[in-house]
T-cell receptor, first 114, second 109 residues
Framework: DAGVTQSPTHLIKTRGQQVTLRCSPK?????VSWYQQALGQGPQFIFQ???????QRGNFPDRFSGHQFPNYSSELNVNALLLGDSALYLC?????????????FGNGTRLTVT | ELKVEQNPLFLSMQEGKNYTIYCNYS?????LYWYRQDPGKSLESLFV?????AVKQEGRLMASLDTKARLSTLHITAAVHDLSATYFC?????????FGTGTSLTVIP
């Protein structure tokens, strides 16, 4: 049973560039959430996708955008990168049909902006 | 907005000792979760606490929830080195999880 998979694992970008991160949810899950984890901090909610639409968004600027595909996989795009965007980006999946569902996290993408 | 605070932020304890990590949250949360994160790794779900008075145990870890006090605890019994990690509690309001800043636990032989 494949868990949540993310790619790439590491990425180095320059300020002002754009980046796309990818996520495949755990088998049977239909909801994907993205979190940003800065060093020494807890994960911060970016947004959640369900049925190919952004269902909820955290306090992140419009430079952060996403997409969900019919197979439930998802992309996170960040434009005009800033040094402060350097962080671990975590994708988490869950199933909408459960009354409660702990998030299942991928191993993350470590983004470094220089 | 749900705010989640953990203490202590750093914990160094000897093998065999007991200790408790505390998690306070600011407003009503549907549920309370505990996660573990090893250095450079992702988050692993440990417990989901669904209602007031809920208690869950797995090995040397036991989590409890007091919704009236807005408090959850993670109790460590007879710590072993393998428990060294960062522990996060999180509340949720449906679609969004709110995480504490984590407790970095180091178990010393």
């Amino acid at each position: 049973d494949a868990g949540v998979t993310q790619s790439p694992t590491h990425l180095i970008k320059t300020r002002g560039q754009q980046v796309t991160l990818r996520c495949s949810p755990k088998s049977g899950h239909d909801t994907v959430s993205w979190y940003q984890q800065a060093l020494g901090q807890g994960p911060q909610f970016i947004f959640q996708y369900y049925e190919e639409e952004e269902r909820q968004r955290g306090n992140f600027p419009d430079r952060f955008s996403g997409h969900q595909f019919p197979n439930y996989s998802s992309e996170l795009n960040v434009n005009a990168l800033l040094l402060g965007d350097s962080a671990l980006y975590l994708c988490a999946s869950s199933h909408s049909g459960q009354g409660y569902s702990p998030l299942h996290f991928g191993n993350g993408t470590r983004l470094t902006v220089t | 907005e749900l705010k989640v605070e953990q203490n202590p932020l750093f914990l160094s304890m000897q093998e065999g000792k007991n200790y408790t990590i505390y998690c306070n949250y600011s407003t009503t949360s549907d549920r309370l979760y505990w996660y573990r994160q090893d250095p450079g790794k992702s988050l692993e779900s440990l417990f989901v606490l669904l209602s007031n008075g809920a208690v869950k145990q797995e090995g040397r870890l036991m989590a409890s929830l007091d919704t009236k006090a807005r408090l959850s605890t993670l109790h460590i019994t007879a710590a072993v080195h393998d428990l060294s990690a960062t522990y996060f509690c999180a509340g949720d309001t449906g679609n969004q999880f709110y995480f504490g800043t984590g407790t970095s636990l180091t178990v010393i032989p």
